[in-house]
């Protein structure tokens, strides 16, 4: 018995110590990927922004030298300003990328709302139909819109660059009010007609607020691409017109100039702003 209860003693007090380890154990792997995660993170960060900072620093550059440091100068800001090829390169810039995203938006939300309103089989048609554009390569939509307008006799030039953008802006706004909509509440836009309401009023009372966030995205969305855009702009601007984009590449290709540093560390500050003013601002609960 007393051999027994010595071995019982001795089974129980291993089961203890399996099951609860001794705290003094060092846990070494999650303080491993801890560390692990932490380099991946920064050696991205790194990756990303060390070509935008050197962009920036060559940006206050005397010289035009990559290479040698030429000390510090506001010089190339100062031509920038002065140059009336970039300054129109910009305003075409913005106000296409503005008039796109506007009438993206609503186009886009008006599109959203009728295939939102379709069947499942003509509705997943449609939706087919508008995820092409974004599949499809940028050169193949390029040349397509420029063939078209060939084929239309329409000159190339600023109505042309603004149609194109416009086409494959669409998308991006039905994609960001469709998940709006499918949240919105039907019976309270039909309660509203029955009270009296037209459907315009139904409307603007009761499905717009809901899906206003969308089409705020979606216009975003759409100005961000357009401002971005190249390929298509390139074979869609005929000769005479430019935009940032274009201005860039045609300059890139003659030797890089500094005005392009500064440029670039213009926007990058514009964006970087405009970042934190969205996310630091203080939001009404």
């Known amino acids: 018995m007393a051999e027994q209860e010595i071995r019982f003693s001795e089974a129980g007090n291993a089961g203890v110590s399996a099951s609860h380890p001794s705290p003094s154990r060092p846990y070494l792997w999650p303080r491993l990927r801890e560390i692990l995660g932490n380099f991946y993170l920064v050696l991205m960060l790194l990756f990303l922004y060390i070509p935008i900072l050197t962009m920036i620093v060559l940006s206050f550059n005397e010289s035009k030298s990559r290479v040698r440091w030429g ?105 960001s009010v469709l998940p709006k909509l499918k ?23 009761t499905i717009l607020p809901d899906i206003l966030p969308g089409i705020l995205s979606g216009f975003m969305l759409a100005f961000t691409m357009s401002l971005d855009d190249f390929i298509i702009t390139h074979f869609t601007k005929g000769a005479g017109i430019d935009t940032l984009s274009t201005l860039i590449y045609s300059q890139v290709r003659r030797g890089i100039v500094p005005t392009m540093y500064a440029l670039s560390a213009i926007i990058f500050a514009v964006v970087l702003i405009l970042l934190a003013v969205a996310n630091f601002l203080p939001r009404k609960k």
């Open 71 to 175: 000390g510090f100068s506001l010089k190339w800001y100062v031509q920038l300003f002065s140059s009336e090829t970039i300054i129109h390169a910009f305003y075409n810039t913005m106000v296409i990328a503005f008039l796109s995203a506007l009438a993206a938006s609503v186009l886009g939300t008006a599109a959203a709302i009728g295939i939102d309103s379709m069947r499942r089989v003509p509705k997943n048609i449609c939706m087919g139909i508008t995820n092409i554009p974004m599949l499809n390569a940028d050169i193949v939509t390029g040349i397509s819109l420029m063939l078209a307008f060939i084929a239309f006799r329409i000159s190339l030039g600023f109505n042309t660059i603004l149609i194109s953008h416009i086409t494959f802006n669409i998308p991006y706004v039905i994609l």
């Open 183 to 205: 949240q919105t509440n039907r019976s309270v836009y039909e309660a509203a007609l029955d009270l009296g309401a037209t459907p315009r009023q139904a409307f603007s009372k």
